[in-house]
């Protein structure tokens, strides 16, 4: 493993490997066992969008492990003055060790890792967010003790999260259930692997897709990129929404999970999210852990 950006490329193995890594990072960090397994590494962080939790648990994370992060906002480079992808990413591999990317285009992430030398890590493009599904796994785990078999119901959009939640979930042995609207299924890239799998199906009807659900996750109806259209999207996924009446057809041990920020009364009720809160904000922790075990694989060389 090279790089990591999109779980497509990684292996079952690779995940659960990262995963068990994960585990003990935090572990280690919880018991106040020093890990610095990445001492004098730097890694360069690129957002072209905004961010708490990724920029905030990659900072904190190359810390703890030792290196330095180093913020680099998209505007402030001269990538936002048009210097192409190809350039900033053989300049960039001469000083850094590594480059976490939050962007729009998949395309631009995977040129980053194509041109440079150094490996990349996507912090979120339009197509994926596999830092995010990483945490969400490992909390998964936690919780439930396992992960294979468990049922993983999806609400709303069929964008980078739905995109990358299949592609992990369906790795790892679990049953993908997604329900999204018409017009918002996920990508076709998603849709082509997951057709192997019997255990996967899309649906539009919320109540089938929480059916038994072990784990029911969801996300925003618009997305960074995606201001313009909240009036439209509000109309298409009415309906979509994560509440007590929903909750009543999954498991009744049914864990409800939220990659964050999430706005209430919309894909969420307030009422769900904060009887879910623990488990909530346990997964957005796990950005940190999960993400340390990433840097380690990556950049321990
Ligand atoms: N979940 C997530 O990626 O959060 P941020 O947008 O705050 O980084
Ligand atoms: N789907 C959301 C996730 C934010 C972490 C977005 O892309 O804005």
Request: aromatic share 6%.
């Given at each position: ?73 998209s505007q402030e480079l001269q990538m936002g003055r048009g210097e192409p992808i190809q350039d900033t990413a053989r300049v960039l591999s001469r000083y850094l060790d590594g480059i976490m990317i939050r962007t729009y285009k998949q395309d631009d992430v995977e040129k980053l890792a194509q041109f440079g ?132 057809l999954a498991k009744p041990d049914a864990i409800v999970m939220h990659c964050l920020p999430a706005h209430r009364e919309e894909e969420i009720t307030t009422a769900v999210l904060e009887a879910h809160a623990n488990v909530i904000f346990d997964e957005a922790e796990n950005r940190l852990h999960a993400q ?10």
């Amino acid at each position: 493993m090279k790089h990591l950006l999109k779980l497509l490329d990684l292996t079952s193995d690779e995940i659960i490997e990262i995963l068990n890594l994960a585990d003990q990072l935090k572990y280690e960090q919880k018991h106040g066992i020093p890990h610095l397994l990445l001492k004098g590494k730097t890694l360069g962080m690129i957002f072209e969008k905004a961010s708490t939790r990724t920029r905030v648990s990659f900072e904190a994370g190359i810390y703890q492990l030792g290196g330095q992060g180093l913020f680099l906002s998209s505007q402030e480079l001269q990538m936002g003055r048009g210097e192409p992808i190809q350039d900033t990413a053989r300049v960039l591999s001469r000083y850094l060790d590594g480059i976490m990317i939050r962007t729009y285009k998949q395309d631009d992430v995977e040129k980053l890792a194509q041109f440079g030398e150094i490996p990349v890590i996507n912090g979120l493009t339009d197509f994926a967010h596999p830092c995010q599904v990483l945490a969400d796994l490992m909390t998964i785990r936690e919780y439930k003790n396992k992960l294979e078999g468990l049922k993983l119901c999806w609400i709303g959009d069929g964008h980078n999260m739905a995109n990358s939640l299949t592609v992990g979930c369906l790795k790892v042995g679990m049953d993908v259930s997604l329900a999204c609207p018409a017009g918002f299924h996920p990508a076709e890239e998603v849709l082509q692997f997951a057709k192997d799998y019997d255990n996967f199906e899309l649906v539009s009807e919320p109540t089938i897709a929480a059916k038994d659900a072990d784990v029911l996750v969801t996300d925003v109806w618009a997305s960074m990129g995606q201001e313009e259209e909240m009036e439209k999207r509000r109309v298409a996924f009415k309906g979509y929404q994560i509440n007590d009446e929903l909750l009543k057809l999954a498991k009744p041990d049914a864990i409800v999970m939220h990659c964050l920020p999430a706005h209430r009364e919309e894909e969420i009720t307030t009422a769900v999210l904060e009887a879910h809160a623990n488990v909530i904000f346990d997964e957005a922790e796990n950005r940190l852990h999960a993400q340390k075990a990433v840097m380690v694989k990556l950049m321990n060389n």
